[in-house]
T-cell receptor
Framework: NAGVTQTPKFRVLKTGQSMTLLCAQD?????MYWYRQDPGMGLRLIHY???????AKGEVPDGYNVSRLKKQNFLLGLESAAPSQTSVYFC?????????????FGPGTRLLVL | SQKIEQNSEALNIQEGKTATLTCNYT??????LQWYRQDPGRGPVFLLL?????KEKRKERLKVTFDTTLKQSLFHITASQPADSATYLC?????????????FGQGTTLQVKP
């Protein structure tokens, strides 16, 4: 089992460019989450999904879109990147989303927007 | 709004001593609290879960307490080792919706010196 994987590991974008971050999990988990982590801010939830074909907004969704066309994949898109979106992005998943369930995290994608 | 506070300053201790990390929260009534470990350049890894009706949980050298009156959790690492050096995140969960969403603190960096 690879667990949760993220592609790419690192990316540099210019302001206004678009990109898609890919998260994949091979644990048959229903719930998936996208976070961003900034110094001194902790992990903040961007969007999440409670199952294939569903998505919902988290704490900081503006400027991002997501899609969950396949159960194992959760995509995070930036349509027009801004310097404020420079961050480390983490994807996580849980089996059923029940109270207290462990979240399994990917290794992260470091994004720099110039 | 919901707020979680962890010691923002790094905690430096000598090998063999007990490390104690604090997590305080306001404007929230979590059903459970989790602690994660994060190493530089990696995603968080789950360590312990404690529920609102539990006062204390132990796992090997780790101990977590949860005081819902004080709105505080303490995380202890006994007989600390240099390998315990990392950032530790607390996360609260268990709101009204069953989505497994967590709210994370900003983390406390622990440095154990040999």
């Amino acid at each position: 089992n690879a667990g949760v994987t993220q592609t790419p590991k690192f990316r540099v974008l210019k302001t206004g460019q678009s990109m898609t971050l890919l998260c994949a999990q091979d644990m048959n988990h229903e719930y998936m989450y996208w976070y961003r982590q900034d110094p001194g801010m902790g992990l903040r939830l961007i969007h999440y999904s409670v199952g294939e074909g569903t998505t919902a907004k988290g704490e900081v969704p503006d400027g991002y879109n997501v899609s969950r066309l396949k159960k194992q994949n959760f995509l995070l898109g930036l349509e027009s990147a801004a310097p404020s979106q420079t961050s480390v992005y983490f994807c996580a998943s849980t089996l059923t989303g029940l109270a207290g369930e462990t979240q399994y995290f990917g290794p992260g994608t470091r994004l720099l927007v110039l | 709004s919901q707020k979680i506070e962890q010691n923002s300053e790094a905690l430096n201790i000598q090998e063999g001593k007990t490390a104690t990390l604090t997590c305080n929260y306001t404007n929230y009534s979590p059903a459970y609290l989790q602690w994660y470990r994060q190493d530089p350049g990696r995603g968080p890894v789950f360590l312990l879960l404690i529920r609102e009706n539990e006062k204390e949980k132990r796992k090997e050298r780790l101990k977590v307490t949860f005081d819902t009156t004080l709105k505080q959790s303490l995380f202890h690492i006994t007989a600390s080792q240099p390998a315990d050096s990392a950032t530790y995140l607390c996360a609260l969960g268990g709101g009204s919706s069953n989505t497994g969403k967590l709210i994370f603190g900003q983390g406390t960096t622990l440095q154990v010196k040999p």
